[in-house]
């Protein structure tokens, strides 16, 4: 029986995460964070996905990376972007995925889970540095000697399955699988009832590729 952690953020491209690590594997255990981040609409999201896709577990770690800050999402001093920005904008969380996947990395050992995925997307977000397939690459060569159970014979894979979709691809592949976006939450500035600002990074690029995709956006904005 094959099984997989999932990094569910409770965004569009985690819950098509999900759905497609749901397809390959017998068990799924998502892995959600409540990290100092701006609003906790999204967490209820990840609960809404976990339980649409009965997952085998769903825990929800408490780690503060406002203590440290850095970013617009932790940082209530700092405003979210509300138009485009060059470089990398504000709202990376620095080292944010590297933390997550540790804990993802001590949850598959755990488990016994021979995959950790994550909803990363370096075409849309290529101003992230740990959303890029050379960051990827270099975590798992971290994994395969950083675990019990890799240097014991075992295998623990990195899945990023999103990572060279356009947004739209990524809505497409969702809805063939059956995800339900409108019960998912990406605006970096929701409020608590989870209606989006629509004028984030996330807000655009989201809707965007709705229209792309031909698909319908269910995504309540003010």
């Known amino acids: 029986m094959s099984s997989a952690i999932v990094l569910l953020s409770g965004g569009l491209d985690s819950a098509t995460a999900v759905a497609i690590a ?9 892995l959600s964070f409540r990290y100092g981040q701006r609003h906790s609409a999204e967490l209820l999201a990840a609960q ?3 339980a649409r896709q009965n997952l085998a577990e769903h825990r929800i770690i408490d780690i503060d990376l406002a203590q440290l800050g850095g970013s617009s999402l932790t940082d209530g001093s700092l405003s979210v972007p509300e138009t485009p920005t060059e470089g990398i904008p504000n709202t990376y969380v620095p080292a944010r995925n590297t933390v997550f996947l540790s804990y993802g990395l001590a949850y598959a050992e755990v488990t016994g889970a021979q995959a950790i995925y994550l909803g990363i997307n370096a075409v849309d977000y290529s101003g992230y540095p740990d959303c890029r397939p050379e960051f990827v690459a270099a975590y798992q060569n971290l994994v395969n000697v950083a675990t019990r159970a890799t240097v014991t014979g075992s295998t623990i894979q990195i899945e990023a399955p999103l990572i060279d979709l356009s947004k739209a691809d990524i809505i497409r592949w969702g809805v063939e699988l059956g995800v339900d976006y409108g019960i998912t939450v990406s605006c970096y500035q929701a409020d608590e009832a989870g209606t989006a600002c629509g004028v984030c ?4 690029l989201r809707h965007q590729g ?3 995709a031909g698909v319908e956006d269910p995504t309540p904005y003010r």
């Open 48 to 50: 809404r996905v976990a």
């Open 201 to 204: 990074d996330s807000c655009r």
């Open 22 to 30: 749901a397809q390959r594997h017998d068990k799924v255990y998502g």
């Open 210 to 212: 709705f229209v792309d």
